[in-house]
């Protein structure tokens, strides 16, 4: 086939990217593979977990494959009204909305929370949900730098706009860190604001068994607090979720376009999310267990312990961390690589997640291919 020279700048930068060792490649899972996973989310272990398993089959069989539209045509089922309000009564909020996944929470909160005359305030390490709903605002957006509360409250005081918006990860998804939301939210309650905390990695892990941090930190349910999570990591699934007072949600669901546009959430997903949030009610012992591997997994690769699930290991240039996370998988140790844009130049890593279920052996394993990968990686 002939090429198109239109396509020519495709060639360009994909040989760019190889030669910087940014290429990346989607690589299939195998069903039933011995490999000891320490790159997903599943922080509390239940992706297979028969009451997650029973809760999508129940969905799937009452439901069928899918919603069959939007939210508000066809695509709410009992099963989504359930799951709001479960989700609600258990992070301490007085309402919950979900959406096809946590990107699309995001995108929805933000967008129908600000507009032209707000102005919208974003951490640095904001997630790319977040730093994509900045984009789409229209509002003027001021990125501030990571965790400076003090400059959150200097962009909030110099506003001109009649209304703002903060923005956070309460855990931060590349180097495991929280946010000091209690701060935050004295900033923005001080100057009329409100904070909008993505809790994508903090529920199931933080606060009283896996209720998240703005929980643990005694924010549950302020009004002017919203939650986003997401139901792909700890609760086994895939979705979103917006946590918030009910004037909120009624604003979202007229307003967000990510709800209002978009096909629901598959019921399946729904229930087994459900299900998942099921055990962690039963065994909220689970979430104290994902921080205590991550101690051991801190441990082993010589990094400070973390207060998350996330253990992150830099190694610098792109190549050398994509080796190194290529050399584990052969060694039957799968671990996430993050290279720019996902962290800044000069920082990939090898980015380890905790399970709540990981056992003595998977840690021996670890602990002996980590220990060579990363001796070598440095040498």
């Known amino acids: 086939m002939t090429a198109h020279p239109g396509l020519a700048w495709l060639d360009d930068t994909a040989a760019a990217r190889r030669a910087a060792g940014l290429h990346r490649e989607p690589v ?34 009452r439901w069928g494959g899918g919603s069959t539209g939007s939210r508000l045509v066809t695509g709410t089922t009992t099963e989504h009204e359930l799951l709001e309000r479960e989700l609600a009564e258990f992070t301490g ?21 600000s507009g032209r005359d707000a102005l919208v305030v974003s951490d640095a390490g904001s997630h790319a949900s977040l730093v994509d709903a900045c984009r789409l605002s229209r509002a003027r957006v001021v990125v501030t730098p990571h965790n400076e509360v003090d400059a959150v409250a200097a962009a909030l005081a110099a506003r001109t706009e009649p209304r703002a918006l903060v923005l956070t990860d309460s855990v931060f998804s590349t180097d495991g860190d929280l946010a000091p939301l209690r701060a935050l939210h004295r900033v923005c309650r001080a100057h009329g604001a409100f904070l909008l905390v993505d809790e ?5 892990v933080r606060g009283a068994g896996g209720r998240g941090l703005v929980h643990e930190v005694g924010l549950a349910g302020e009004p002017d607090l919203i939650v986003t999570a997401t139901l792909s990591k700890s609760l086994a699934s895939q979705g979103g979720v917006v946590l918030a007072d009910g004037r909120i949600r009624e604003h979202l669901v ?3 376009r990510t709800f209002i546009f978009d096909t629901g959430l598959a019921p399946a997903a729904v229930g087994a999310a459900r299900g998942a949030l099921k055990v962690l009610r039963a065994e909220p012992e689970r979430a104290a267990a994902v921080l205590d591997r991550a101690a051991d997994l801190a441990r082993i690769t010589g990094v400070v312990a ?3 699930a996330v253990v992150s ?18 060694r039957g140790v799968h671990v996430g690589c993050f290279r720019p844009p996902s ?11 905790a399970r709540a279920n990981l056992t003595g052996d998977d840690l021996a394993l670890v602990d002996e291919v980590l220990t060579d990968v990363l001796a070598g990686a440095h040498a």
């Open 93 to 113: 909020a007085e309402s919950g909305l979900v959406f096809s996944s946590g990107y699309a929470a995001n995108l929805g909160a933000v967008t129908a929370l």
């Open 28 to 61: 299939a899972r195998t069903s039933g593979s011995a490999i000891v996973d320490l790159a997903s989310n599943d922080y509390l272990g239940l992706i297979r977990h028969p009451e997650v398993l029973a809760g999508a089959t129940a969905a799937l069989r």
């Open 313 to 330: 290991v830099v190694l610098g240039e792109p190549q050398v961390a994509l080796d190194a996370s290529r050399r584990c998988r052969d």
């Open 254 to 256: 007229d307003t967000a």
């Open 343 to 353: 962290v800044p130049a000069g920082t990939s890593r090898l980015r380890l997640t």
């Open 306 to 308: 973390p207060p998350s």
């Open 200 to 204: 994508a990695h903090g529920v199931g």
